[in-house]
């Protein structure tokens, strides 16, 4: 006897989501997989329902502080800057006022936050999928391997876009408002950027948009993989805090080492700073280490997919 599309959905969607999640998952329902006797209309459905279900403003949440970090940023740098900029040009060009490169208090609040401010994204929606229940209603209708591709990819998507933004805008802030000129070795010797600090440090006086574009680049990649992490642990694990909060404590742990240890041990979030406070290890080794950690969190999360399948 068929109980009908809408008691196939957990009552407590109500509860996670808000009103516009709950109608957009009997919204599913009803379009994404039709009617008995009707043939479903996937493609376009599912599209529909994703679109609905990211509006939701708690997916943003990461991106507004983000924001927030960096209009304060901008507002304290051309507040600043702006009695000194006339006549003195050389000295304060986008390139060293952007915040990855003029590394102050705003720098290291911003990236120190970005484990968090990159899980407050649509890696979200893989945990409230397992703890409402949501998840096995899904897979009666969806194989388990599309469910977490679409889902660990979009967390890792969510996750990089949430970082990537505020940075790329600050760039465009500063852009904006200092002369475009390339930094001079000579002129801007008080912030140097040298090679145990920074990737491709000479790019900076030679083409110092790419090494803004390398940087805000990398920042995300970093910022997905926390992302992901955070997706991968809701699969084991129902405490929400425990999968939202785990990469922040674990970087923050990583910071103390790094700074004992600095030649031995380094933190994501520091490697992502364009003017690190600390050394950075060679790009060849970062490189292998972010694929050996992308390739475990993506194993571990088809398996916390099985695990959870299973249950």
């Known amino acids: 006897m068929n109980a009908g599309p809408h008691r196939l959905v957990p009552a407590r969607l ?13 919204c599913l329902e009803r379009r994404w997989h039709g009617r008995p006797g009707q043939k479903p209309r996937v493609s376009k459905e599912r599209m529909k329902y994703w679109c609905r279900r990211i509006k939701q403003p708690h997916y943003f949440l990461g991106m507004f502080i983000g924001m927030m970090i960096i209009t304060a940023h901008l507002t304290s740098v051309i507040l600043n ?15 060293t006022q952007w915040i990855s490169f003029n590394t102050d208090s705003w720098t290291i609040g911003f990236f ?14 893989l945990g409230e999928d397992v703890q409402s229940g949501f998840l096995m209603h899904i897979l009666k209708r ?17 996750g990089a876009v949430t970082v990537v933004v505020p940075l790329a805008l600050d760039f465009l802030g500063v852009w904006s408002f200092f002369p475009s000129i390339t930094p001079d ?40 993989l926390y992302a992901l992490f955070s997706a991968v642990l809701a699969l084991f694990f129902d405490n929400r805090f425990v999968s939202l909060g785990t990469a922040f404590m674990v970087t923050m742990i990583l910071n103390v080492f ?12 520091l490697i992502s700073i364009g003017l690190s406070p600390l050394y950075i290890p060679p790009l060849v080794d970062t490189v ?19 695990r959870r399948a299973s249950m």
């Open 81 to 95: 800057r702006a009695p000194q900029i006339d006549g003195i040009t050389y000295w304060f060009t986008p390139y």
């Open 258 to 269: 790094a700074t004992i240890a600095p030649r031995s041990v380094f933190s994501p979030v």
């Open 142 to 158: 969806e194989s388990l391997k599309k469910y977490l591709t679409i889902n660990l990819l979009g967390s890792f998507t969510g």
């Open 288 to 306: 292998i280490g972010y694929v050996a950690v992308l390739v475990g969190l993506v194993v571990l999360g088809i398996g916390g997919g099985i």
């Open 112 to 125: 120190l936050a970005m484990p968090i401010l990159s899980v407050l994204s649509t890696s979200q929606i």
């Open 185 to 224: 070795r000579i002129l801007n010797a008080n912030m140097p950027l040298l090679p145990d600090f920074t990737y491709f440090h000479g790019w900076y006086y030679t083409h110092p948009f790419w090494l803004v574009a390398f940087y805000v680049v990398l920042a995300g990649a970093i910022a997905g």
């Open 14 to 26: 109500h509860e996670i989501g808000g009103e516009t999640w709950a109608k957009s998952a009997h």
